[in-house]
Structure formats: structure tokens, C-alpha cells
């Protein structure tokens, strides 16, 4: 069973940068699949953030795509988020996922996810 | 961007009764479509993907159907533990995956 587990800082600055972990179990972020990050703003939607590939692929959201990078620790088995200059839009829910399911376009695996707040 | 829009916004069933829940794309996304279930304080669980098929463990009362721009969700006879928020997603046209704003089924 894979599981994944959130950590990082649960307060950011404005304009600071938000950075967070992912760690994997059960599996390797160096197998076949593709892995995301996914936001949820409190009691608002779900909004995908970017995905990884660990051969090196990287796609990201056009609307956060100068803002945030995606790298992976191979070793740990482990994934990262950053997302620079963050605002209060950015308070969020963040939750780290694996893509599965169809085509491996659907997140079947979700961590439980960490609240990010951003206030001076 | 592919736009992904649900209504309604809440639906009210009780218990044992047919939900209906409605997604529709800004324009065709074919059958890749998919939807998840999220209760308070929990990550989303994915229910159906290929606007039909049942992940696995997701029980038969849960169906989907359409293709191209409409798609619907029926839970056949509501369960205590299907009371929640759902959330369709496209992924014919990436980046970026795109989620409809939300279902909240609640108890009438």
C-alpha cells in the first residue's frame, strides 16, 4: 500500500518561499509513475500545482509556473515543492499525490495533506 | 484551459434515495474524466475514472456516465457514508489537470 506523508512549515511569510516534503512508502517515486501536488484553499476546490516524473519530466500549472519547481530526492525517496513569492492566495492545503488510474492521469494515492497559512 | 463546471452546488437526498450529481467541460474532453469523493478533514478518494469505470473497492452503487462535455454521477441508494463533497476532473488536456468546484451532498 503506498502511502505518503506531507511535512514542511505550517506558516510562511508573504513573498517568502513555501517549501514542502513529500515522503513515499510502500513504493518508488522511480518506478513507472508520475507524482503531483495538489492544493485545496480552505472550503474552495481542488487545484492541481505540477507534476514529476523521476527520468525528469516536469510539468507544471501555467497560472503558478514561474513560481514553483518540483525536485526529487532519488535516494530518500522523497519529492519536494517549492512555490516563491507566496501571497495569502497561496494558504492552502497541500497535498502531495501519485498519479494513477486512467493513463496514470488520475491521483489515486493522496497524502493527508498540510495546512499551509501565509501571514506576516 | 479546459474549465470543468458542477452543479448543484449542494444536493440535499436522504437516505437510501438516488443521487444525481452533474459535471460539464468547457469543451470536449472524450471520456477522460474523473470523479472523487472527499469527506471533512480527509484527502480526495478516487471513485471512477474513463467517466465510467469504478477504481477498485468502490461499490456498485457508484456509477458514471457521458462523454465529450456532460457527465453525470449517480449513487444509487445513499449510504450514511456517502454523504460528502465530489469533484469531477478532466485530463484530456494537460497542463493542467483541471477539478470542478465541488458537490456537497448532504443529508435532506
Known amino acids: 500500500q503506498v502511502q505518503l506523508q506531507e511535512s514542511g512549515p505550517g506558516l510562511v511569510r508573504p513573498s517568502g518561499t513555501l517549501s514542502l516534503t513529500c515522503a513515499v512508502s510502500g513504493g518508488s517515486i522511480s518506478g513507472t509513475n508520475w507524482w503531483s501536488w495538489v492544493r485545496q484553499a480552505p472550503g474552495k476546490g481542488l487545484e492541481w500545482i505540477g507534476e514529476f516524473h523521476h527520468s525528469g519530466g516536469r510539468n507544471y500549472n501555467p497560472s503558478l509556473k514561474s513560481r514553483v519547481s518540483i525536485s526529487v530526492d532519488k535516494s530518500k525517496n522523497q519529492f519536494s515543492l517549492n512555490l516563491s513569492s507566496v501571497t495569502v492566495a497561496d494558504a492552502a492545503v497541500y497535498f502531495c499525490?501519485?498519479?494513477?488510474?486512467?493513463?496514470?492521469?488520475?491521483?489515486?494515492?493522496w497524502g493527508q495533506g498540510t495546512l499551509v497559512t501565509v501571514s506576516p | 484551459e479546459i474549465v470543468m463546471t458542477q452543479s448543484p452546488a449542494t444536493l440535499s437526498v436522504s437516505p437510501g434515495e438516488r443521487a444525481t450529481l452533474s459535471c460539464r467541460a468547457s469543451q470536449s474532453v472524450n471520456s477522460d474524466l474523473a470523479w472523487y469523493q472527499q469527506k471533512p478533514g480527509q484527502a480526495p478518494r478516487l471513485l471512477i475514472y474513463?467517466?465510467?469505470t469504478r477504481d477498485t473497492g468502490i461499490p456498485a452503487r457508484f456509477s458514471g456516465s457521458g462523454s465529450g462535455t456532460e457527465f453525470t454521477l449517480t449513487i444509487s441508494s445513499l449510504q450514511s457514508e456517502d454523504f460528502a463533497v465530489y469533484f469531477c476532473q478532466q485530463y484530456k488536456n494537460w497542463p493542467p489537470y483541471t477539478f470542478g468546484q465541488g458537490t456537497k451532498l448532504e443529508i435532506k
Open positions: 474513463g467517466a465510467s
Open positions: 499525490v501519485r498519479n494513477g488510474g486512467h493513463y496514470g492521469r488520475n491521483f489515486d494515492y
